[in-house]
């Protein structure tokens, strides 16, 4: 296999990943009344703490003004709060409220269900090796040409 071709196998099997994992949330999000990718973003708040819009953004690979959309209505939710960063008033920081944590405990168990059933199917050293692989491959596409940590990183560090 060429090099070409293993790139675009990799993209396919990496779309196909995301695409069942939000087909397996998207039931559990709902009944919340939020879309997997609002979930996203609550996720990114509960892991990084509070982050500016642009910085969420990047985190998520989104559009910021797409970001900031979705982040309006889980304010409107109460599960984030918005607010006007002190030291630069154009930035605008979200944090995640009580109400929006607890959300997320409750989609714990609700994940624990859609994928307690598929990683039954691996051994937990599998499972382990499958994770510690895509955690490598994340950080390896985050990293710039010259080996040091791309733009992504550069940027989330500067705005947060």
Known sequence: ??????????????????????????????????????????????????????????????????????????AGQGLVVRRRAAEDERQVLVSLTPEGEALLRELGTDCDAAFGAVAARFTPEEF?????????LAAVMEQGDDGRAGDHQKKESASS
């Open 1 to 74: 296999m060429d090099a070409l071709e293993m790139q675009w196998r990799m993209l396919a099997g990496m779309r196909r990943v995301k695409d069942q994992a939000e087909r397996a949330l998207q039931p559990f999000c709902a009944r919340h009344g939020i879309t997997p990718v609002q979930l996203r973003i609550l996720m990114a708040l509960r892991e990084a703490g509070p982050l500016t819009v642009s910085a969420l953004a990047r985190q998520n690979c989104m559009a910021e003004a797409n970001n900031s959309t979705l982040c309006k209505r889980l």
């Open 128 to 136: 382990e090796a499958m994770l510690h692989g895509l955690e490598r």
